[in-house]
Structure formats: structure tokens, C-alpha cells
């Protein structure tokens, strides 16, 4: 379909946990940082293996909120990836969790993915979890649940959806986070879908859906309301993430 596409992935503590053989992930932080490194090079490794099945390169970029908030690293963490695309490469993403402490994590991919589709003014920011879509409540476990298929605002729809739940057992993502990704994301002139990781062919027709019936996007506009699918325009603009302001920039490089 000629997309360019930019992966963010997790799972180095999780590799190398099952590395290690251990039952759980460890609580304190020099042990989550060792596990990190254990795992990173055999996770980048399951990646490189997978798409050198299909003839297609991979580049590994660990990031760090430090590396988005200074602008120098900022400019250049976007240069490196505008290269990647252009040279047909499909970067692949992760928090540079060997380095990082509290003061400078994103915390979890929902928002590293929201921050990486802004810098690149990505078309699309998909959130692949095990729902089909938001839901007003966890369908796991509340017969009653609704599915909300668009949101036009993001701020206003937090009264209608319960976001108590947790990310995964080896995540740490949930509902919760994917708003803000999608408050961030949005905010930049990205649409953002949350869609079921089981059936990433839905991807396409998504896609083709989109492009069938939403108005074209209009740069010279920024958004008045954030919305999830039919955005317009990009923005400059401040978002404060646990206490810390992520600021989105427009390129002008």
C-alpha cells in the first residue's frame, strides 16, 4: 500500500527474564535495567529474524524522554529516522530501559509511540492491544461494556470509559495509557486507532476504510480538539506526562 511503517516495540525485560529463567520481573530498578540488557540484543535479534524472512532491513533506535526533550537529540533522533524511511528501512523502537530511571522513562510504549508517531507527523498511530476497539469498560469482565468506535475528543470522553484497567503481566500499558497516547498523538495531527493485536490484518482495512470516508487532512490547520480518526493539521504543543511536559515540535529542518 506504500506506507512507510515505524515499529514500538516492548518485551526486553521480558526476554530476558525467560532468558534468566525467573518467575517474576524483579522490583528493584539495577535488576529491571540487567534484564533489559540481557534481553534487548535477543529481542532485536526475534525482529531481525522475522522480517529478514521477508528480504526487509531493521534498524534498533533505544530512546529515552531525555533524548526528546532536548532539542539537539530531538532534531537528530528525527533526522536518523527520516533517513531510515527513506532508505526502506523499518525502524523498530524501545525505551533504552538499561539507562533509564524513573526522572527520564516514558513508563510504557502507549506513550513512546505517541511521542515517535508526532516527531515523524506520522498518518496513522495504531495501538495494538487484546480489545477490538475502546470500550467503555473491560469487555473481559463487564458483559455490559460498550464498544465507542470514534472519539472526537478525547477529554470528553474520559467520564464515559472506565480506565481502571492494568496493562499485562510482563506490560505496563492499559486504557489509561492509551488515552494520553492518543491525547499526544492526536494533538499532532496523527490519527490513532485502537485496534486488537490478534488480527493485525485489520490494519488494511482500516486503512482503506479511512481513506474511503474521512475529509483529506488540511496542513495549514492545527487541530482545535484532539480527536481519534479525522485529524487535521499538526501542532506545536506541550503535554505533561507524571509531572514531566513532553513538547511536540514541528520540524521546519
Given amino acids: 500500500m506504500g506506507h512507510r511503517v515505524v515499529l514500538v516495540s516492548s518485551g526486553a525485560i521480558g526476554v530476558g527474564l525467560k532468558r534468566m529463567e525467573m518467575p517474576e520481573r524483579p522490583k528493584h530498578l539495577s535488576g529491571k535495567q540487567a534484564l533489559a540488557a540481557i534481553g534487548q540484543g535477543r529481542l532485536i535479534a526475534l525482529w531481525d529474524n522475522l522480517f529478514g524472512q521477508l528480504g526487509q532491513p531493521i534498524a534498533q533506535i533505544l530512546l529515552t524522554r531525555g ?4 532539542r ?21 523502537i524501545n525505551e533504552n530501559d538499561t539507562v533509564s530511571v524513573s526522572e527520564i522513562r516514558f513508563g510504557d510504549n502507549d506513550t513512546l509511540s505517541a511521542v515517535t508517531s508526532s516527531m515523524l ?12 476497539c475502546l470500550y467503555t469498560s473491560n469487555p473481559r469482565k463487564d458483559p455490559g461494556a460498550k464498544p465507542i468506535e470514534e472519539v472526537m475528543s478525547v477529554s470528553a470522553i474520559r467520564s464515559q470509559v472506565s ?91
Fill in 67 to 70: 533524548d526528546i526533550s532536548d
Fill in 72 to 92: 539537539s537529540r530531538y532534531l537528530n533522533a528525527v533526522n536518523t529516522l527520516t533517513e531510515l524511511l527513506a532508505m526502506g528501512v523499518v525502524p523498530i
Fill in 121 to 132: 507527523h506520522a498518518d496513522y498511530l495504531f495501538l495494538l492491544t487484546d480489545v477490538d
Fill in 163 to 253: 480506565t481502571s484497567t492494568l496493562g499485562s503481566k510482563l506490560g505496563t500499558g492499559g486504557m489509561e495509557t492509551k488515552l494520553i497516547a492518543a491525547e499526544i498523538a492526536t494533538g499532532a495531527g496523527v490519527s490513532v486507532i485502537i485496534t486488537s493485536s490478534r488480527r493485525p490484518e485489520n490494519i488494511f482495512d482500516i486503512i482503506q476504510y479511512n481513506q474511503k470516508s474521512l475529509p483529506p487532512l488540511l496542513n495549514s490547520a492545527a487541530p482545535s480538539a484532539p480527536q481519534i480518526q479525522g485529524l487535521i493539521g499538526y501542532a506545536d504543543s506541550e503535554y505533561v506526562v507524571e509531572n514531566i511536559t513532553i513538547r511536540v515540535l514541528p520540524i521546519h529542518v
